[in-house]
């Protein structure tokens, strides 16, 4: 069975990943409750995550056109949770797993189970450390 941190986690990604609609951020097609398992049917992605791309079988596979289009793509992504959105939406666990690329390599941020959302009355917030400590970005970008 799963904790209530997980149940609380899982509940608060598809809420807010079911309202918010960017063409940089995965879309939830469903989910499931059921039983011992908690599940996510995200739209499919058919290159996988970006880190087998970083770290794994494919390493050094993607063009600087690619990449570049990946690093903008995630840029714009945020720019819309924290900006254009109707609230703040901070994230808190970007990196090489949580970004998918399509069958045409264009990327998607996934995983919104660490999010927070931004007082609007607020510059700014503090948070415990979350997600996965993950410094490579200088061997992405050679």
Same mark, same amino acid.
């Given at each position: 069975?799963?904790?209530?941190?997980?149940?609380?986690?899982?509940?608060?990604?598809?809420?807010?990943? $079911?309202?918010?609609?960017?063409?940089?951020?995965?879309?939830? %097609?469903? @989910? $499931?409750? +059921?039983?011992?398992?908690? %599940?996510?049917?995200?739209?499919?992605?058919?290159?996988? &995550?970006?880190?087998?791309?970083?770290?794994?079988? +494919?390493?050094?596979? %993607?063009?600087?056109?690619?990449?570049?289009?990946?690093? @903008?793509?995630?840029?714009?992504?945020?720019?819309?949770?924290?900006?254009?959105?109707?609230? @703040?939406?901070?994230?808190?666990?970007?990196?090489? &797993?949580?970004?998918?690329?399509?069958?045409?390599?264009?990327? +998607?941020?996934?995983?919104?189970?660490?999010?927070? %959302?931004?007082?609007?009355?607020? $510059?700014?917030? &503090?948070?415990?450390?979350?997600?996965?400590?993950?410094? +490579?970005?200088?061997?992405?970008? $050679?």
């Amino acid at each position: 069975m799963f904790s209530s941190r997980a149940k609380a986690d899982f509940e608060t990604e598809v809420r807010l990943i $079911s309202n918010v609609h960017h063409r940089n951020l995965i879309r939830l %097609l469903g @989910c $499931s409750i +059921k039983g011992a398992e908690l %599940l996510l049917v995200y739209e499919y992605m058919a290159n996988g &995550s970006l880190e087998i791309y970083l770290y794994g079988d +494919k390493r050094g596979m %993607l063009n600087w056109k690619q990449r570049f289009n990946i690093i @903008c793509g995630t840029a714009r992504g945020l720019a819309y949770l924290h900006e254009q959105f109707h609230v @703040c939406i901070i994230h808190r666990d970007i990196k090489s &797993s949580n970004i998918l690329l399509d069958d045409e390599f264009q990327m +998607k941020i996934a995983d919104f189970g660490l999010v927070r %959302l931004l007082p609007e009355d607020q $510059s700014h917030v &503090s948070t415990k450390f979350a997600g996965t400590l993950q410094v +490579k970005l200088l061997e992405f970008l $050679s």
